[in-house]
């Protein structure tokens, strides 16, 4: 449910990231704010920080790193599309994001696969030639 600002009344940072589905848990969100993954306005946030209409945030989580601009604030967590009208991000941001995942994806391509179970004799002499025990 969004709310205007005056009517909501202070809304604290933790709950705002947990309404707009940053995090699963208020406790995630927390423990985010804690641990200096959130910031708003350029300055660590603690998890009561009042947060207001119109502060840019920069949000670190298993997703990427958001750098956004919130537009409405509610307390109540919703479904994805009413998360989506809380904030704006970033072009930036999701250019950075989309360049991470990409290079994320390339790396997991670039590890060897072995077969599925236990290796087998091929695979073993290759482990034991590339540890050195051969």
């Known amino acids: 449910m969004l709310h205007a600002d005056e009517k ?8 705002w990231l947990w309404a707009a589905r940053f995090f699963k848990t208020r406790v995630l969100a ?14 660590t946030a603690k998890p009561s920080r009042i947060l207001k209409v119109g502060d840019k ?5 298993d ?6 601009e919130v537009l409405a604030l509610s307390d109540q967590r919703g479904s994805a ?5 809380l904030y704006r991000e970033s072009d ?4 950075l994001r989309a360049q991470v995942a990409a290079e994320r994806r390339a790396l997991f391509l670039a590890e060897p696969s072995f077969t ?6 091929r695979d073993r ?10």
């Open 81 to 85: 599309t009413v998360a989506l009208e």
């Open 8 to 15: 909501l009344g202070p809304l604290r940072i933790d709950k």
């Open 116 to 121: 599925t179970g236990r290796p087998n004799k």
């Open 63 to 68: 997703a990427g790193e958001h750098l956004i």
């Open 30 to 43: 927390t423990t985010a704010c804690d641990a200096g993954h959130v910031s708003c306005n350029g300055q």
């Open 125 to 134: 002499r290759l482990i034991h030639k590339f540890s050195g025990r051969e």
């Open 92 to 95: 930036e941001s999701r250019a």
């Open 57 to 61: 945030l920069k949000v670190r989580s």
